[in-house]
């Protein structure tokens, strides 16, 4: 038996139907790949606040968390120089210092969100003064010589630190930018003024 032909109304409608459908469906793939667009955007946008808006650096030696704490007096620590730890009382003003500070004051400072670049005493003057100027008017740092360290530049602060075979490392720049008032260091907001030391500049 035939079947009787399907008024063109209604084919016209059933397409219009169809094309309804397939429509929300677009725009539900479209939504769905929006959220996820955001939520990658906002996991970018963390990630970044996080590392201080710099990349991994290569090199970054981490430590287990640091001990805390005052005690006075000469103290031993696991790393030349020591990258956080129990510490003196009174901490080490930041700024350029051209004669070695007491290590247990460089550490109180590290515990304030201080990043300490140490460098060999016998450095060529030109590299000293590349230090220097590296870390001239840079808030919570600290430079100064260190005798028997296992690189010619080491830069340390609360749980990390970085050995460099020269002053022209451009990790250095990258350490401090990082880790200087980062969230790795457990007093962060306290002062690295009105302690002990004369800078030379700062």
């Not at 004051?105 to 003064?129: C, F, K, N």
């Not at 005798?147 to 250095?172: F, I, M, N």
Request: proline share 10%; with cysteine.
């Amino acid at each position: 038996m035939t079947k009787p032909p399907v008024p063109a109304s209604q084919t016209s409608g059933a397409r219009r139907k169809g094309r309804s459908v397939q429509a929300r469906k677009d725009r539900r793939g479209l939504w769905a790949i929006g959220v996820v667009a955001l939520v990658l955007l906002v996991a970018l946008a963390v990630a970044l606040r996080t590392t201080g808006q710099t990349s991994d650096i290569a090199g970054v030696e981490t430590f287990a968390k640091p001990p805390q704490g005052h005690q006075p007096g000469q103290l031993t620590y696991p790393q030349t120089p020591p990258a956080g730890g129990v510490h003196n009382p009174a901490w080490q003003n930041c700024g350029v210092y051209d004669q070695p500070i007491q290590k247990e004051m460089g550490v109180h400072s590290q515990e304030h969100g201080a990043v300490w670049i140490t460098y060999r005493p016998d450095l060529p003057a030109v590299d000293i003064e590349q230090l220097r100027t590296l870390v001239r008017g840079r808030v919570f740092t600290l430079l100064s010589p260190y005798p028997d360290l296992p690189a010619p530049v080491v830069a340390s602060a609360w749980g990390v630190q970085l050995k460099a075979d020269g002053t022209a490392d451009a990790r250095l720049s990258s350490f401090i930018s990082k880790y200087a008032q980062g969230g790795q260091a457990p007093e962060i907001g306290a002062p690295c003024t009105g302690g002990v030391g004369t800078p030379i500049s700062r």
